[in-house]
């Protein structure tokens, strides 16, 4: 008989693991949920944390309370939507460290949530984790055995605890994990159901959270309890996911709900609530009470001067969002935000600014406009862009989008024909100063879906570019070339045409909108854009086309493995013309890091990429919790992912350019160091850097 040790009891677990993640196929349950709050230290730095709650001077105490309902589907597929919300905040719409996810926590999944917290029960736990029996509980009916989860490594992937596991049908009945998840240290204890279908599922949470910030100390207490309605089993995914090839997911992911309002009635949650308040809890009532009593009792009206500067004060540290009504707003991120400061050694230090507003109408009809500012250090240049969409037809993504800003800085094609004839020993772009125009851009498009997953995008493109300088030119004959070729102005306007496909789009309707979710294959793209002289002043015709295919991989717990390729040229050239491709540029104004990284070569000067009228590109990231620093953790577990990057381009003079990078992730930070060869030979090294606090 094999002997019983921790070691045997996980694995038993773990092949049973799939199917008890998937076992149950749909559940409809109530879920109560109270949080407690307890501020130890604050200070003026907590205004900049999103979505936190805002707490009174004076006060340190504080209570909320919810009551929702929750349609689960698998796989992992959670719809929560909250009916009654009170508490003793002036506004309860906060949380800390994203709760909710915790409440949706399936303890078999290889990931505990999302993306961050490595399972014990995932196939190559024995990695990650030790597994030391502990206690047999041989008076329970069936037998338990309580396993203690240690991790090999300090991570922040990773949890430590202890599971009870019931003999023969290996099922979990009660678990205690604790870790770290950006700022919020954690512990959760999750009681499972003890018979029947709900044996699988959670029936009891309580959660401690720690959350500290820059001299900040907020505690947190939550309790849920789940009430389930309607459990149907599922033996396999197959049984549970939609069949004859159906992409639509919208049964399972809505939820029939007749009351769209949240009821703020403590009355009203007084009927709902799964256990009563203790004293302290009905103190807390009380004196949140007394003190909107006194506050509407004694309203001491604010000079205009102090409303003005506490408003100046908000917009500098803090998130600011203007509601002008229940469908419109403007968000509004630091004016003084040191987060928004990233580098690269391409493109040296640069600082971004954004801003955003919503407007929604009828029928999931809505006005989105998104400015944005930039200035790059070293390049000393002021960057901004403003993106609109109006969504006219949700159903099918149809959608009219006007893209305004200035462009990267660009030299002509005939500087490029003139500069092929120099040989490469004597080729310095900066003593070239190639920066010749500066470049102000307009794009109208409209999106159209044609069919699941195949989205047509129809629109025009106008640039007006300016030349900045006829000077500093290195060569003296290449001066005199340029000073007599060259006019101040060049417009061009294209009309331009691009076909998206996803196969196997997987999607669900919210209303009338569309919301795609994910695929198992990869996004391919056609891009043509054809220059028409004449329109609007244009004085080039050209003919652009690019290819583009990218996808990315989840395997073996939050292991990811991504790859883009693509290509293009310009062709049918005539007169002047400038070669600007949409796929392979310098994005000026990233969102984040994987925005940037994705199809840009860290260490390429950009200059590069209007050298040549054709190229082609690949590459690939691959991105796991534990690489190098493994044994290291001890010492650097803020480290929460690890990146090794390639990336090879193929253009006239760069046969090829490769580039190689490693790069970690935290909460905090983004950062990498790469190296990079030309035609086999090094070329150069360096560094990016971003931070990703609280994105």
């Known amino acids: 008989m094999e002997p019983i040790t921790g ?3 996980i694995h038993h677990v773990v092949e049973s693991s799939d199917w008890y993640a998937r076992v149950v196929g749909d559940y409809r349950a109530n879920l109560y949920v109270r949080g407690h709050f307890k501020v130890h230290k604050r200070n003026i ?38 009916q009654a919300l009170t508490g003793t905040f002036h506004r309860n719409d906060g949380e800390i460290g994203n709760v909710m996810d915790y409440f949706n926590m399936n303890i078999y999944s290889t990931d505990l949530l999302p ?49 009870t596991v019931r003999d023969k049908s290996w099922t979990v009945a009660d678990c205690c994990m604790a870790g770290k998840v950006e700022q919020v240290g954690f512990e ?32 947190a207490d939550y309790t849920a309890v789940y009430d389930y309605k309607d459990i149907k089993l599922a033996g396999s995914v197959p049984e549970t996911l939609p069949q004859k090839r159906s992409y639509n997911l919208s049964d399972y992911y809505r939820l029939t709900v007749t009351n769209d309002t949240i009821n703020t009635d403590l009355a009203h949650m007084d009927s709902l609530r799964a256990y009563p308040l203790s004293s302290f809890e009905e103190e807390l009532y009380g004196s949140f009470a007394e003190r909107e009593t006194f506050k509407k009792q004694n309203v001491v009206p604010k000079s205009r001067q102090r409303v003005f500067w506490g408003e100046v004060g908000d917009m500098l540290i803090s998130n600011y969002t203007f509601r002008f009504n229940n469908l419109s707003s403007l968000k509004c991120y630091p004016l003084l935000n040191p987060l928004q400061l990233r580098y690269s050694h391409s493109n040296g230090f640069s600082y971004i600014q954004r801003f955003k507003f919503n407007q929604y109408f009828e029928r999931d009809r809505s006005l989105y406009i998104s400015p944005r500012i930039g200035y790059n250090f070293k390049y000393k240049e002021f960057y901004w862009r403003c993106d609109a969409n109006y969504t006219y037809y949700s159903e099918k993504l149809g959608r009219i989008t006007l893209n305004v800003g200035n462009g990267n800085r660009i030299y002509s094609s005939e500087v490029l024909d003139r500069l092929e004839q120099y040989p490469d020993s004597i080729l310095d772009f900066d003593k070239l100063k190639l920066d010749y125009f500066k470049d102000l851009y307009v794009r109208l498009g409209n999106d159209f879906e044609i069919t699941n997953g195949l989205l047509l995008t129809v ?14 030119i290195y060569d003296p004959e290449l001066q005199n070339y340029l000073s007599g070729e060259l006019r101040d102005t060049y417009s061009s306007f294209a009309p331009r045409i691009r076909l998206e496909w996803t196969p196997r789009q997987y999607y669900y309707m919210d209303g009338h909108r569309k919301i795609n979710l994910y695929s198992n294959y990869p996004t391919v793209s056609v891009d043509w854009e054809r220059g028409i002289k004449g329109v609007f002043g244009s004085t080039g015709k050209y003919e652009r086309i690019e290819l583009d ?26 007169d002047m013309y400038f070669v600007d491709f949409f796929n392979l540029r310098r994005n000026n104004l990233p969102d984040d890091w994987n925005d940037d990284i994705g199809g840009t070569f860290q260490l390429l000067d950009s200059r590069w990429y209007n050298w040549s009228n054709k190229y082609i590109r690949g590459h690939v990231t691959y991105e796991t919790p534990f690489l190098l620093f493994r044994q290291l953790r001890k ?61």
Not at 197 to 209: A, V
Not at 459 to 472: E, P
Not at 644 to 651: N, Q
Not at 662 to 680: E, P
């Open 7 to 9: 070691d045997s009891i």
């Open 45 to 82: 730095l907590l205004r900049v944390v999103p979505s936190m709650f805002r707490f009174e001077k004076g006060v340190n105490d504080y209570i909320v309370e919810s009551q929702n309902e929750v349609h689960y589907s698998a796989p992992d597929i959670y719809d929560v939507k909250m």
């Open 115 to 163: 993306d961050k917290l490595i399972s014990p029960f995932t196939k190559n736990g024995h990695r990650y984790y030790y597994y030391i029996l502990d206690s047999i509980f041989t008076e329970r009916t069936p037998t338990e055995y309580k396993v203690l989860i240690v991790p090999r490594y300090k991570s922040n992937q990773l949890v430590n605890g202890y599971v």
């Open 188 to 219: 959760v204890r999750i009681k499972m159901g003890a018979d029947g279908k709900e044996m699988y599922l959670p029936k009891r949470l309580s959660i401690k959270m720690l959350f500290k910030f820059v001299g900040n100390k907020i505690g």
């Open 459 to 472: 629109g025009l493109s106008y640039h007006k570019r300016t030349l900045v300088d006829k000077t500093n």
């Open 549 to 574: 295919m990218q996808q990315k991989f989840k395997f073996g717990g939050i292991r990811y493995i991504s790859y883009r390729v693509g290509c293009g040229a310009f062709t049918e050239q005539e």
């Open 635 to 695: 010492y650097v577990n803020l480290i929460e992912s690890e990146r090794l990057y390639g990336g090879i381009l193929f253009m006239p003079r760069l046969i090829p350019y490769v580039e190689l990078g490693y790069g970690i992730g935290t909460h905090i930070f983004d950062c990498g160091a790469f190296v990079s060869f030309i035609r086999g030979q090094f070329d150069s090294f360096g560094c990016k850097f971003t931070f990703e606090l609280f994105r």
